[in-house]
T-cell receptor
Framework: EPEVTQTPSHQVTQMGQEVILRCVPI?????FYWYRQILGQKVEFLVS????????KSEIFDDQFSVERPDGSNFTLKIRSTKLEDSAMYFC???????????FGPGTRLTVT | GIQVEQSPPDLILQEGANSTLRCNFS?????LQWFHQNPWGQLINLFY???GTKQNGRLSATTVATERYSLLYISSSQTTDSGVYFC?????????????FGKGTHLIIQP
């Protein structure tokens, strides 16, 4: 069964560094999402992406964040200058058009020191 | 935006017991999904159920869209059922809105 994959599974970075989190959505999916979950809290929506542009974004998704689909398979989330409070689990999700079920990847645990 | 409330926040049961988890939401939805977060933090998709009833083994779910609630039933609980269960919804306003998650129910199954 096809699944969403994410790399790396765990990333440790120093405050102020740039990080790129990578996702490979399911191949025929056209809607892509990023979510984050700070330890012990609920999962929060960051951004959705369709047709090579951002569809919706939350208040969390400020100028420090950007998303890109650099080729036909990858979907990336970049954090330009990481802060301690960016430490969280980041989930990628995808879905097909005209069906609303979202398929989640296993997550990347980001630790900012 | 849409509000999601889950109850109870915590539930401790003995192995073999049955449980019912509830999710209330404040608006009409295109999407409602139940997830189990395992000890490694992964979100395991249990059900996509914006309306109706579904069953998968010992788990079943019912969503009554007109009354804006969903229930997740776990029968004959096992210790591996322990973890956090999240309900997540997407309102029916169109576009590519993200899912709004509830705060979860933390389930502990004791041997």
């Amino acid at each position: 069964e096809p699944e969403v994959t994410q790399t790396p599974s765990h990333q440790v970075t120093q405050m102020g560094q740039e990080v790129i989190l990578r996702c490979v959505p399911i191949s025929n999916h056209l809607y892509f999402y990023w979510y984050r979950q700070i330890l012990g809290q609920k999962v929060e929506f960051l951004v959705s992406f369709y047709n090579n542009e951002i569809s919706e974004k939350s208040e969390i998704f400020d100028d420090q964040f950007s998303v890109e689909r650099p080729d036909g398979s990858n979907f990336t989330l970049k954090i330009r200058s990481t802060k301690l409070e960016d430490s969280a689990m980041y989930f990628c999700a995808s879905r097909i058009p005209y069906a609303y079920e979202q398929y989640f990847g296993p997550g990347t645990r980001l630790t900012v020191t | 935006g849409i509000q999601v409330e889950q109850s109870p926040p915590d539930l401790i049961l003995q192995e073999g017991a049955n449980s019912t988890l509830r999710c209330n939401f404040s608006d009409s939805v295109n999407n409602l999904q139940w997830f189990h977060q395992n000890p490694w933090g992964q979100l395991i998709n249990l059900f996509y159920i914006p309306s109706g009833t579904k069953q998968n083994g010992r788990l079943s779910a019912t969503t009554v869209a007109t009354e804006r609630y969903s229930l997740l039933y776990i029968s004959s609980s096992q210790t591996t059922d322990s973890g956090v269960y999240f309900c997540a919804v997407e309102d029916s306003g169109g576009g590519a809105d993200g899912l709004t998650f509830g705060k979860g129910t933390h389930l502990i199954i004791q041997p």
